[in-house]
Structure formats: C-alpha cells, structure tokens
C-alpha cells in the first residue's frame, strides 16, 4: 500500500539506534572465547513496543522550516507494519557484524 508512510521519523530514530547496539554488542561479545551473536530477532521484539510507546508520545503538530514551504511531522499515526520491516532490515544490517581479526 503506497499510502501507508514508511520512512517516518520514528523509523530513522530506531534504525539508527537498533544498527548501532546490534553492531557494538555483536563487535564487542566477539572478542569472547566463545563468541556470542545476537540477531536482528531480539531488535525486532523489542522494536515494536517501542514504536508504538513512540506513536503514543511523540507530538503530532507539523514543523515547519523558516522561509521554505517544507514541513514534517514527528508522529504520523500508529506505528505501522512497514516501519517495523524497515527497522529489523536496518537491525539485521547491524547485527551482522563481524570481529575484526
């Protein structure tokens, strides 16, 4: 469904944040003996309560730019199943990092 907005605010801010803990926690439990990897499945749980408590709080007003006609909204609706694709996309991407020998 192409009206369903995908790259909203709420996805950028959890992607970045889901592909920055899953490659941090996965680089630094590789230097272990027996190294532990945890998957974009843990993010993906976890990343659903979380947009939806973003969907609940963030503000719904626009933000506009001074002397533009562009403006955004931080919340534009319920958290929607293409945000959550895109974020456990973004966290499988992180969680696939490798030890650096």
Request: glycine share 4%; aromatic share 16%.
């Amino acid at each position: 469904d192409p009206t369903i907005p995908a790259l909203t605010f709420r996805t950028w801010v959890l992607d970045i944040y889901c592909c920055a803990v899953l490659s941090f926690v996965n680089q630094f439990f590789g230097f272990r003996y027996n190294s532990l990897s945890i998957t974009s499945v843990s993010a993906q749980i976890v990343v659903l309560p979380l947009g939806k408590l973003m969907a609940a709080t963030l503000p719904k007003r626009a933000f506009s730019f001074p002397f533009t006609s562009w403006s955004f909204s931080m919340n534009l609706g319920p958290f929607t199943p293409k945000e959550h694709v895109l974020i456990t996309i973004f966290a499988n991407y992180g969680s696939s990092v490798k030890k650096i020998e």
